[in-house]
């Protein structure tokens, strides 16, 4: 596997409880460099963009509405097999199901806030990259 790059959102139930530094942690630990991070508060039209997907599904509005209510940081990960490698170390959606040692197993308060947020294919790291980070942005 090749490297390449993921794109992460650490979110606001977590920035909330001071859990930056321990995600970080986390990543760095699996091996994942960040090349890209900054702090912002995603205003309702990033989210309903970024969750664009998910708009048909009943927990759209409260996801937009947890989306918006703090800081999160948004985060350039890159490393061999990134994309797969970030999901690992996240851990199952609803944290009742995550593998021990995973940031939503230790950190997620619910499936809604679940602490982090990692692409699901390369192709979606592209596009969620370009949604929120100037190339100037990325340093590797
Ligand atoms: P993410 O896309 O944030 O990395 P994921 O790929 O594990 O997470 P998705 O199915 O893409 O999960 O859902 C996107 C986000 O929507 C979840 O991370 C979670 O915050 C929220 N979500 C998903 N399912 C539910 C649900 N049943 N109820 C409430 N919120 C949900
Ligand atoms: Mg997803």
Redesign the pocket.
């Known amino acids: 596997m090749a490297v390449e790059r993921t794109f992460s ?1 650490i ?1 606001p139930d977590a920035t909330k409880r001071n859990l930056t530094g321990a995600v970080n942690q986390k990543i760095e630990a699996a091996g994942l460099r960040i090349i890209g991070q900054k702090r912002i508060k995603m205003s309702k039209a990033q989210a309903e963009g970024f ?1 664009g ?2 708009k048909e ?3 759209f509005g ?2 937009v509405s ?2 918006t209510s703090g800081p999160v940081v948004v985060q350039v990960l890159q490393g061999e097999n990134a994309v797969a490698k970030y ?1 690992e170390v ?1 851990g ?3 944290p009742a199901k995550a593998d021990a040692g995973t940031i939503r197993k230790e950190f997620a308060e ?5 602490s ?5 294919s390369a192709e979606n790291a592209k596009i969620e990259i370009e949604f929120f980070f100037k190339p100037e942005e990325i340093v590797d």
């Open positions: 959102i979110k969750y997907v998910h599904r009943p927990f409260s996801l947890f989306m999901r996240m199952a959606t609803d619910s499936i809604e806030a679940n982090v947020h990692g692409s699901d």
